[in-house]
């Protein structure tokens, strides 16, 4: 009887998980999903205009990005950077992908911080050097570890090291 209870269960679990099907999301939903911090593109919410109110943009936008719009708001130099919402967080735990229309933002995001810092990402005359952390809600210290320096690899080194004699 258990096995046919978690036979059951598996099918259910693989009915409300369909990966072939595309997750759409409305307009606003896709706009305010992904953010830029201290640059422009077109077609991406700029995060600097979304709310004066530091606790829903941190709600929104997760700690650290928040906390990079407040700075950025009162003029304290910030790195550029793009952010995906927390909401956008939990539709990828719940579905196991992301939703339709995404990565085309997130692709125009980097193009607007490769273009902002005159840098671009996997080139090995002048690379662009990215970092992800994670941003929750509320702090949850060891759940993400930072990446670093994605774009980093063989030419990029040798270029960066060729560079400071």
Known sequence: MTSNLKSKAKSKSKSTRSPSRPIPLSPRQLNESVSTIGYSINGVLRAEKISKDFLSLKERLGGKAAGLVAMSALKVPVPPAFNLS??????????????????????????GLEKSLSRKLGSAENPLL????????????????????????????????????
């Open 86 to 111: 927390t909401s956008l967080c939990g539709i990828y735990l719940s579905k196991s992908k992301l939703p339709e229309g995404i990565l085309t933002h997130m692709k125009k995001s980097l193009a």
């Open 130 to 165: 990215l970092s992800v952390r994670s941003g929750a809600r509320v702090s949850m210290p060891g759940m993400m570890d930072t990446i670093l320096n994605i774009g980093l690899n063989t030419q990029t080194v040798e270029h960066l090291a060729a560079s400071f004699p």
